[in-house]
């Protein structure tokens, strides 16, 4: 049987429209997804949308629709735009599901049995676009610490979670699984926090109706937060048995942005260890994007909406802009110029170039069939180790995240590449019949070298990947076997590359 990997995006909130920090996470995810795939894992790749709560309710009210109707209508755009970005998911929750609601019902209800549940009364400083209740210390000048804007005084009889009484247990297993949290700074970050001392928390709320009732006192709607972390398990079946429940919980990685990862590294492992469910393995925290060095934000009119984007420079050049500019885990930003900078010299230059160089001279030289290479020379043999050595480094690096380090490391395979042309002059060779032996096993290499490489690639490149893989005359399967060194067999008929990536002028 095969392993299996199970990885998530956060679930969107419906109230906003996607932009490129959800289209991140969701592209983050989908490489990981692809790359699992074809190193041989069984994998479930889950992603969907946060359809509860007040700031739902609120802008549908503001848009004159019902909740549900605002949410049939704004999922559709994620769902369009994740089919655009060619994201492999397997399944797509929305938290107005019935699978989702049962799941939900059942965790809360399980954890009140068992006494960590409780009824009490509630009295604090609440921010409604954050969802979250904040003690007046905690407050910055009167306003939210996380978004700085207004909170208003809230009381209400409310759940309360247990969560005081879970803070040694969490500590000891942050302690005990130091992949836990990613990155380190983020892990050091919540001990700090956890170690202040965990309040219990409020999970129910009575001002508004538009969520999940608690069971047996439909009053009380459970707390969005609740109700959205528990996707993760309600998706795969939970609380039935069902096959996928049990082969891919816990999941091996939820992936999500630093905004969020409080709720994921302290409230849904504690309200797991309460239910008396596994944790999952990791939670890796990304940074977040600015544009042009200021916060997107829809009142500076400048959030970037990833349609534009793919309309204007292609699907597989958004990708790996977002993958490739800025390591994983940190912040970055993003500019036009920085895009259509890795457009025009990583993409059209490097690898664009290197394919549409190389295939052109097999279709010259040998009529497109794929010669048999002889023995090879150092400089043969340096380019194959590169390229072998590259696959290694990338499965290292690919386990880490390190999606930024995982391209550069592909870029240096292609350079060589790039190089090796240069420094066999095939030109030259092609002169001389007596050279034809060494004009073929140059020729080998250079396109074994690239099949290898886009192979890897089309994790990240699934469109151009393809196109490049087909000129190779690959029409195998990608697998981890076959990304060892001889793939492509003598007599495969490649054919010349159009350029994989047009140069942007301006
Ligand atoms: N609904 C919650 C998540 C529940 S998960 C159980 C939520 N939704 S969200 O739509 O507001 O945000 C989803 C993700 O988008 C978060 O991981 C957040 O970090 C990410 N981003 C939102 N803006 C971003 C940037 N400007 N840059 C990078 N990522 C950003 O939170």
């Known amino acids: 049987m095969k392993p299996t990997f199970y990885v998530t995006t956060p679930i969107y909130y419906v109230n906003d429209v996607p ?51 605002l949410a049939d209508r704004v999922v559709k755009r994620y769902q369009a735009l994740w089919e655009r970005l060619g994201i492999s998911h397997n399944d797509f929750i929305r938290t107005t599901q019935e699978r989702h609601k049962k799941g939900v019902s059942e965790i809360f209800s399980n954890i009140l049995e068992k006494g960590d549940i409780y009824l009490g009364e509630y009295e604090d400083w609440y921010c409604t676009p954050c969802e979250t209740f904040w003690p007046e210390t905690q407050l910055i000048e009167n306003r939210c610490p996380d978004c700085n804007r207004p909170v208003e005084k809230l009381k209400e009889e409310s759940y309360f979670f247990r969560m005081s009484k879970y803070q040694q247990a969490l500590l000891d297993h942050i302690e005990t699984h130091p992949d836990f949290i990613q990155p380190k700074s983020k892990r050091n970050e919540i001990i700090s926090f956890v170690k202040e001392g965990l309040r219990d928390l409020s999970v129910s709320r009575t001002t508004f109706s538009w969520g999940i009732p608690v069971p047996g006192n439909d009053k009380h709607i459970i707390y969005v937060w609740f109700d959205a972390l528990t996707n993760y398990m309600s998706a795969l079946g939970y609380p039935d048995a069902t096959p996928e ?76 802009f977002l993958m490739r500019e800025v390591p994983f885990g940190l912040d970055g930003d993003f500019s036009h110029t920085a895009l259509v900078q890795r457009i025009n010299s990583d993409l059209a230059n490097d690898i664009g170039n290197l394919l549409s160089r190389s295939t052109a001279m097999a279709v010259k030289y040998f009529d497109g069939v794929l010669p048999s290479p002889a023995e090879l020379t150092e400089t043969d043999s340096a380019l194959k180790n590169k ?32 190089k090796y042309i240069d420094e066999s002059a095939p030109w030259t060779l092609a002169k001389e019949p007596a050279n034809r032996e060494r004009l073929a096993t140059v020729m080998y290499c250079l396109l074994e070298s690239q099949r290898i490489t886009h192979c890897v690639l089309s994790a990240f490149l699934p469109t151009t990947a393809g196109k490049a893989l087909d000129s190779l005359g690959w029409i195998k399967e990608i697998t981890r076997e076959n990304l060892q060194w001889g793939g492509l067999s003598t007599g495969t008929t490649v054919t010349k590359s159009e350029a994989l990536f047009p140069r942007i002028e301006g």
Do not use: C
Not at 295 to 302: A, G, P, T, V
Not at 388 to 416: G, H, P, R
């Open 19 to 69: 932009h490129i920090g959800h289209a991140y996470t969701t592209v983050a995810a989908d490489v990981l997804a692809r790359y699992k795939r074809l190193m041989g894992f069984d994998v479930y790749f889950l992603t969907g949308s946060d359809e509860h709560g007040q700031k739902v309710e609120k802008a549908a009210i503001t848009a004159g629709e019902t909740p549900l109707e």
């Open 245 to 320: 429940y049990q082969r891919f919980w816990p999941a091996n990685v939820h992936l999500i942005g630093k905004d969020i990862l409080r709720f994921h590294t302290v409230y849904w492992p504690t309200f797991l260890m309460a239910a008396g469910l596994p944790l999952p393995e990791k939670v890796f925290a990304h940074g977040w994007w600015t544009v042009e060095g200021q916060k997107m934000s829809k009142s500076l009119q400048n959030v970037v909406e990833p349609n534009m984007l793919i309309d204007k420079y292609g699907v597989d050049a958004v990708r790996y």
């Open 387 to 418: 390229t072998i050595e590259m696959v290694e480094t990338v499965n290292k690096l690919m386990d880490e995240l390190a999606f930024s380090k995982v391209l550069q490391t592909i870029w240096e395979v292609i350079s060589a590449g790039n």
